[in-house]
């Protein structure tokens, strides 16, 4: 993990050169623009942070290995999926806080019975709210979380396809 967290310290250092760099881009005056001298600097710190990064970050990535088991695993019972229900439940036409508190009294029910969202039954859910009479119980799926989220860069197996195409023909036409 040297490397991941490591290019994580070093992500911090280029973030703040962005944000120098757009804070002297903000309110130019219409005049010589001299001050634009102080964005060489960042630029060229960040061009050398990433070429020693990239390499290493790129070597870690091809040689790591995920367990997919302790992965899914550890998403069991923890309520990542509370906000598709709130989203369902907005759909639908509730207003956000009345949504929100819906799905909070629905973990609470669960953390009373020591149960995940994904255990509870679709009648269940309907006691909270009929909008969510016959959804709810599938949203509340990690899979559906998942594969709901098609835009672009999102986490659905298309949307993650695209993005892996786009990154190789990026990298193709910078080889």
Not at 106 to 122: A, M, N, Q, T
């Amino acid at each position: 993990p040297d490397v991941a967290e490591l290019a994580r310290g070093k992500a911090g250092r280029v973030i703040g050169n962005l944000m120098g760099t757009l804070a002297m881009l903000k309110s130019l005056p219409l005049a010589y623009n001299k001050d634009m001298q102080e964005d060489k600097e960042p630029l060229f710190d960040t061009v050398d942070t990433l070429r020693s990064v990239l390499p290493a970050f790129e070597k870690t990535i091809a040689t790591a290995s995920f367990r997919r088991d302790r992965m899914t695993a550890s998403l069991s019972r923890d309520f990542s999926t509370a906000t598709d229900i709130a989203d369902l439940l907005v759909r639908k036409g509730i207003p956000f806080r009345e949504a929100h508190a819906t799905v909070g009294n629905i973990v609470r029910y669960c953390e009373d019975r020591k149960i995940g969202l994904e255990d509870v039954d679709s009648s269940t859910l309907n006691s909270f709210a009929h909008e969510l009479a016959g959804d709810g119980a599938d949203i509340a799926s990690i899979q559906a979380s998942v594969e709901a989220r098609r835009a672009r860069a999102g986490t659905a197996p298309s949307a993650v396809a695209d993005q892996l195409k786009r990154a190789k023909n990026s990298m193709e036409k910078f080889r």
